[in-house]
């Protein structure tokens, strides 16, 4: 019911803290299965500072647009690229959505097909269903990477693009991607690369040390990628990235807003109004902990994924579906659906959906966590 009369803002407020309190929070160390963490308190202050920017408008706000070409222009050197052309959206979803838009406005065909792996993030599912793009799903490999040699199979005259993945959403794990773009350069198809997840983290792994495959501009093919700020970026949510190699993948999306109170602009983004504080919360970011910041929280998440899919091993009747490629780590169990139950009932903030559990290890994950969900796993175990 829609109050007749206000209250004062302390009842509004402790109305809002009483019905929140059954919510999870990062802060508790009870969230494993999220990509998200409570965001960094530098930006949670820009937020705060900047919350009225509008990038939907940028002719009013143009500081803060040229401030997202160069969280754009950063974050393209982070993947290899000079110069790249895109924004700072909403999410993966909006981000992988735009990609495939871009892709299929630019094939001209009459029955567009997307060739994309079974791992796929069910994003693509909405992007299909909403631009009338065909998806192909191309088998995985024993590894859980996509089947290279079935892609190039699935390819028809119909084919816009293909979509390899920098970074799964169930296990982490990361596409053949220098094999993938020569296939598309052979073939002359774009490849898009979902790293929302990987993106802000392959680049660090790689930096220290790790063997991870190349995944980003620096292969011809790679004609655009999603790399989300607001999973381990450490941005508040709403904060996706996609960028193009070239400005023509842009053209192909942008539509005419020929009024705005700033002056006409062609607009590519799915939303009109969107924040400007969480672009310049990208900016920030990235400004303020640079290539050594991010590389040490990577350092942190990826040797607690290491040990904890060392202690998970120990446990009997527990098993990794495989071995840890980022910080992300899956395993099965002997009886799962109990398991998951027991574990939600203890308070776990986990799910079993594909029939496995994933545990992300995000920033807000600590070991001492991780103990207390090893001791609860393993009493479980039990039986
Ligand atoms: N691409 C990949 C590879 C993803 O993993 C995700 C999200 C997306 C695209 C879509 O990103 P947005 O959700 O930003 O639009 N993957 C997570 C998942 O489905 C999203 C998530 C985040 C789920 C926090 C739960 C959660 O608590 O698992």
Redesign the pocket.
Same mark, same amino acid.
């Given at each position: 019911m829609f109050p007749e009369r206000g209250a004062g803002e302390e009842e509004v407020l402790s109305e809002l803290r009483r019905k929140t309190a059954e919510d999870l929070t990062f802060d508790s160390g009870r969230?494993l299965?999220?990509?998200?963490t409570y965001p960094h308190p530098f930006a949670i202050k820009i937020i705060t500072e900047f919350i009225d920017r509008n990038l939907g408008d940028p002719g009013l706000h143009v500081g803060s647009r040229k401030v997202e070409e160069e969280a754009i222009e950063m974050l393209s050197s982070l993947l290899g690229l000079e110069r790249g052309y895109g924004h700072i959206v909403?999410?993966?979803?909006?981000?992988?959505i735009l990609a495939v838009r871009a892709f299929r406005n630019l094939a001209d065909v009459e029955k567009p097909e997307l060739i994309l792996p079974k791992s796929?993030?069910?994003?693509f599912i909405k992007a299909g269903e909403m631009l009338g793009v065909k998806l192909v799903w191309a088998e995985l490999n024993e590894d859980y990477t996509v089947n290279v040699r079935d892609v190039e199979e699935k390819i028809t005259d119909n084919t816009i693009g293909i979509v390899g993945?920098a %970074?799964?959403? %169930?296990l982490g794990v990361v596409d053949d991607i220098p094999a993938l773009s020569d296939v598309a350069l052979d073939y002359g198809l774009p490849l898009h690369v979902?790293?929302?997840?990987?993106g802000f983290v392959i680049p660090f792994a790689k930096g220290l040390g790790y063997e991870l495959p190349d995944f980003d501009f620096r292969l011809k093919g790679v004609k655009s990628i999603?790399i989300?700020p607001?999973?381990m970026g450490m941005v508040p949510?709403?904060a996706?990235g996609i960028i193009f190699r070239e400005k023509k993948y842009i053209d192909a999306i942008s539509v005419l807003a020929p009024y705005l109170a700033g002056g006409r602009i062609w607009q590519a983004t799915i939303t009109g109004t969107r924040p400007g504080a969480n672009a310049l919360a990208v900016w920030a970011m990235i400004k303020h902990l640079g290539f050594e910041g991010y590389k040490e929280i990577v350092r942190k998440a990826m040797e607690l994924s290491r040990w904890f899919a060392g202690e998970l091993k120990k446990i009997p009747g527990v098993y990794l579906i495989r071995e840890p490629v980022l910080n992300i780590v899956s395993f099965g169990t002997e009886n799962l659906e109990r398991v998951e139950e027991e574990l939600k009932r203890r308070g776990w %903030?986990i799910s079993a959906h594909r029939g496995y559990i994933?545990i992300?290890l995000m920033p807000h994950v600590r070991k001492e966590h991780l103990e207390e969900f090893l001791r609860d796993l393993r009493e479980i175990m039990k039986g």
């Open positions: 969230i299965g999220s990509m998200c909403s999410g993966g979803t909006e981000a992988n796929a993030h069910f994003s993945i %970074g799964t959403t %169930g979902d790293a929302a997840f990987g999603t989300d607001h999973k949510i709403p996706g %903030g994933r992300v």
